[in-house]
């Protein structure tokens, strides 16, 4: 039996103006269906890849984890590290 690679959700958080990294959040007990159906994606999909966060999903992401969003001075993405 192959085993499925362990993972890491992560929102990371970059200044729009300069594009430079600012920080990550990582995010405990994520929900892979409700993220899946969060960004349309076929509950295949494992979502390896970045995501960008728009003010759509932000709601989610505040309600779940607390977040808090500045759309104006940044971009949000969520992304996967595999360790």
Known sequence: MKKRPRVRRLIYVFDKKT????CSYELANFNLKEVQTLFNQKSEAPMYYAYKITE????????KYGRRFHFRKREYFL?????
């Open 56 to 63: 759509k999903e932000a709601s989610y992401f505040r309600k």
């Open 79 to 83: 992304d996967t590290r595999k360790y």
């Open 19 to 22: 594009e430079k990294f600012v």
